[in-house]
């Protein structure tokens, strides 16, 4: 993928991550609905902090400032979200 003008490279599972929650801006995706996408139904109870770790990934590749994440936001509660164009 492409931050502005740099080429950034993401394992498969950032990639699919990244692109499921690009396809839906605005839409809060669940820990566990995340896990399926990226285990499909074999995906095994209580790993869902395994999401977590991608996403920390994730944010540091293609956020400005991964400490104060501009692109994917953390929906409290749900999981997380890429932002909605405003």
């Known amino acids: 993928v492409f931050v502005g003008e740099e080429e ?3 394992t498969l599972s950032e ?7 690009i396809s839906v801006p605005g839409r809060a995706f669940s820990r566990a609905d995340l896990l399926a996408l990226l285990q499909g139904d074999d995906a ?5 902090r395994t999401v977590d770790v991608h996403i ?3 944010r540091t590749k293609i956020e400005p400032d991964a400490g104060r994440p501009f692109y994917i936001e ?3 509660g749900v999981g997380y979200r ?3 164009e405003d």
């Open 82 to 84: 890429f932002r909605p």
């Open 8 to 10: 950034v490279k993401l």
């Open 56 to 58: 920390r990934n994730l």
């Open 44 to 48: 095994v109870e209580g790993v869902e």
């Open 15 to 21: 990639f699919c991550l990244l692109e499921a929650m």
């Open 74 to 76: 953390t929906v409290y």
